[in-house]
């Protein structure tokens, strides 16, 4: 009998194994990926793990025995990161039809066929992109996307499954037995303040959710909570398409007064700019991966026409008004002094519901938890828009965009400048 | 021009690029350019087989001068691909990526040098190797 059955695919330590990828030195040794600036542990293989060292280890506190343990730091390089993500989603691409990217080393992709097949079809994949790509994944299978999500934690956690688990394969009973001793946050759209309210009904695991009542989850925690009950009994009501409706974009642009024409000036407008749209974000419960910061020159002004633009990837989706402000600062060397612009603006797009990607907190910049945002939020709800900023949008002299990334390794298959060296000797 | 082949296009699959034609045609008379526009030739589309699985690496050190591969060379890697008796390939020695000529004979795995000045390596079985990836094209500037 043919099934429709939804796999995730995700690399393990990502950036880690981005790292391995081109230096065979990191192999089997405790490998750190350190935050913008060097400050934290934002990545860290298996091996680190065993040290006891976790995500927001500060750097400075690491590096004094970092030799004694063999620890190795990186800079983050997102570049190769970047590159090796697309990647990654053109292999996928090869072995399915239906591929949606859910995060930086995530992907959702479709299966039909018998389910005897799943299985090797999964792990096809599985040794595709480690020999092609040298990223080891593991590989949840499973009727509906949270069914996979949850497989996938299994793939990696039980060490008999070497990376891949197919679902609806396992039996019942082990099936229940895995459920019933998985913790209700840790399934895909359950946050923590929805594992407390439910906690509080005495739904603690995945099979309490599972069997709970719909209509009672409904009414607890809305229609979303709903569909992962239903979700977990294995009817699809989240669709590879419905990622969609949080995919648009938001705007924030103005025209001015008087033309800017000088970096000074548009340092400011854009740190500005950077953190209304960072409360629209809010409002919205939002965050973003992709800025684009641009500006103009008027239409009137065909002489000097000018449009410019620097868009960023950033590391995971965030809505943290400090990373966000220094991105926008990515226009500034795009622009020519001294040329009239009329206006400008931030765009930011990918967007993802806020904390609809638990899998990601890894990659969580650490001053984007809670802290900054939502303390300004407050101020500026109480003291207006302008009473208070940061960066330049506080118009202090804030640090450069150039980010300190002194142990970053060469952007390999981004700069001709950069690729891999090869020894003839 | 004359209709050949007629089929459905799935519109599932990955987005297809069309070169551009001009639309308005005269009728009655087709333009004989037609059949002549084309893109330029796509480096990318010709030297890059495997996209996804294809990297570039540059060339230190002289040791494969005999077989064309010089200092300051760049060298299309395609990963993944079960090297051959004869292939060039990269190799991981001691930590390091290496570029030697592989060589399968009845009673081993050997690496060879291109120059008689380097010494080749033995190895008892091909699974005790760990190749990188196999070299396929190497680009020699000449100015
Ligand atoms: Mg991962």
């Known amino acids: 009998m043919s099934k429709h059955l939804l796999a995730l695919v995700d690399v393990n330590s990502f950036y880690v194994s981005c790292e391995r990828a081109f230096d065979p030195t990191l192999e089997g040794r405790p490998v750190l990926v350190l935050s913008n600036n060097d400050g934290c542990a934002v990545a860290m293989s298996a091996e680190a793990k065993e040290l006891g060292i976790t995500v927001g280890a500060p750097w400075f506190k690491l590096a004094p025995n970092a030799q004694r343990h063999g620890l190795v730091a990186r800079s983050s390089n997102y570049e190769l990161y970047g590159d090796m993500s697309h990647r990654f989603l053109q292999v996928i691409g090869e072995h399915s039809h239906e591929v949606e990217k859910y995060s930086i080393d995530e992907a959702f992709a479709g299966y039909g066929g018998p389910l005897q097949g799943a299985g090797p079809w999964a792990e096809r994949i599985r040794r595709d992109i480690a020999e092609r790509l040298s990223l080891p994944v593991g590989i949840g299978v499973g009727a509906t996307k949270t069914l996979a999500k949850l497989a996938n934690l299994a793939a990696k956690r039980v060490p008999g499954m070497r990376g891949v688990c197919v679902w609806d394969g396992l039996d019942a009973e082990y099936r229940d037995w895995v459920m019933s001793r998985l913790p209700v946050q840790q399934i895909w759209g359950v946050g923590p303040r929805s594992a407390k309210k439910l906690a509080a009904h005495g739904v603690t695991t995945a099979a309490a959710l599972r069997d709970a009542d719909a209509q009672f989850v409904r009414r607890l925690l809305g229609v979303t909570m709903m569909r992962t ?36 000036i548009m340092a400011q407008v854009m740190a500005s700019y950077a953190q209304r749209a960072c409360t629209r974000l809010n409002s919205r419960s939002t965050e973003a991966k992709t800025l684009t910061a641009w500006a103009m020159t008027s239409q009137f002004n065909s002489a000097a026409e000018d449009s410019p633009s620097a868009t960023l990837s950033l590391p995971a989706p965030t809505n943290d008004p400090v990373l966000l402000t220094r991105a926008a600062q990515a226009l500034l060397p795009r622009m020519t002094e001294g040329t009239r612009y009329t206006k400008a603006g931030i765009t930011l797009t990918d967007l993802s519901p806020r904390g609809a990607q638990p899998a990601f907190d890894l990659f969580a910049e650490p001053q984007q938890d809670k802290g900054i945002g939502p303390l300004l939020q407050q101020v500026r709800e109480k003291s207006g828009t302008d009473a208070i900023g940061m960066g330049r949008g506080g118009m202090r002299t804030a640090a450069e965009w150039e980010m300190r990334r002194e142990m970053m390794s060469p952007r390999y298959t981004t700069r001709w400048q950069e690729m891999l060296e090869v020894h003839a000797r | 021009m004359s209709i050949q082949d007629i089929r459905a296009v799935p519109v599932t699959g990955p987005a297809m690029e069309v070169p551009m034609m001009p639309t308005a045609v005269q009728a009655g008379f087709p333009s004989p350019a037609l059949d002549f526009v084309h893109e330029s030739i796509n480096l990318q589309e010709h030297l890059v087989y495997d996209p996804p699985a294809t990297f570039i690496a540059r060339v230190s050190g002289d040791s494969m001068v005999g077989a064309g591969i010089s200092h300051g060379d760049q060298l299309l890697i395609h990963k993944g691909t079960r090297p051959r008796d004869g292939d060039v390939v990269i190799a991981v020695l001691d930590g390091q990526f290496t570029v030697k000529r592989l060589r399968l004979t009845g009673t081993g795995v050997r690496l060879e040098a291109a120059n008689p000045e380097y010494p080749d390596i033995e190895v008892p079985e091909l699974s005790e190797l760990s190749i990188w990836g196999v070299a396929y094209m190497c680009l020699h500037g000449l100015r």
């Open chain 1, 229 to 264: 009950v239903l979700e977990l009994r294995g009817q699809p009501c989240i669709q590879l398409e419905e990622e969609r409706e949080f995919r648009d974009s938001l705007v924030f642009s103005r025209s001015f007064s008087t033309p800017v024409s000088t970096r000074e």
